[in-house]
């Protein structure tokens, strides 16, 4: 199975900051990559796919970027809304695999 | 708007089985396929498998071969997971998602929470 590893495990930033959270898979995953959302006692939420495409009503401020075995999710602005956990996932290869994940705090 | 709405929280007893379900509403069932995933604290997310909601055909990640079973009745646009000979380690959050292994998943049940216990 491809593994999928995410840093920082744990992210604390201020309202308005930029924050980037990168996801490193085992072998080329052809950007077959989804990141997604999670807040507390919710179920993930699409965020990107295609590793670059932004899910319909996700805001502008979401953006993923990377190739190979090295993608990011970026977010500009940073809102209080934006708190939650993060996760990566490759489907590129049978079967997906998820990232560990990345909890968002406010600092 | 596109919904999965899964069954009730399970409470069951180590040897035993439970089945949950998953009843989409919102989109023509029969187009996507429907996947599986279990997240624990521990572990993460782990891919179960998928259905083809059409012909019902399954594909299932190895380490679940045996512990899940996926059925589907298009009658009633609802998808099923069976997971048997239960034991603590199959206690988790289980979520049904909208689409198979070859993409990402682009909308979620609200999870159903398994808990197994003497």
């Known amino acids: 199975d491809i593994q999928m590893t995410q840093s920082p495990a744990s992210l604390s930033a201020s309202l308005g900051e930029t924050v980037t959270i990168e996801c490193r898979a085992s072998?080329?995953?052809?950007?077959?990559l989804a990141w997604y959302q999670q807040k507390p006692g919710k179920s993930p939420q699409l965020l990107i796919y295609n590793a670059n495409s932004l899910h319909t009503g996700v805001p502008s401020r979401f953006s993923g970027s990377g190739s190979g075995t090295q993608y990011s999710l970026k977010i500009n602005s940073l809102q209080s809304e934006d708190v939650a956990s993060y996760f990566c996932q490759q489907y590129y290869n049978y079967p997906p695999t998820f990232g560990g994940g990345t909890k968002l705090e406010l600092k | 708007q596109v919904q999965l709405q899964q069954s009730g929280a399970e409470l069951a007893k180590p040897g035993s089985s439970v089945k949950i379900s998953c009843k989409a509403s919102?989109?023509?069932?029969?187009?996507?396929?429907i996947s599986w995933i279990k997240q624990t604290t521990g572990q993460g997310l782990e891919y179960i498998g998928y259905?083809?909601?059409?012909?019902?055909?399954?594909y299932y990640n190895e380490k679940f071969k045996g512990k899940a079973t996926l059925t589907v009745d298009k009658s009633s646009s609802t998808a099923f997971m069976q997971l048997s000979s239960l034991t603590p380690e199959d206690t988790a959050v289980y979520y049904c998602?909208?689409?198979?292994?070859?993409?990402?998943?682009?909308?979620w049940g609200q999870g159903v929470m398994v808990t197994v216990s003497s």
């Open positions: 919102g989109y023509t069932f029969t187009s996507y396929d």
């Open positions: 072998e080329d995953i052809y950007n077959g």
């Open positions: 259905i083809n909601t059409g012909s019902g055909g399954t």
């Open positions: 998602a909208r689409g198979g292994y070859y993409s990402g998943f682009d909308y």
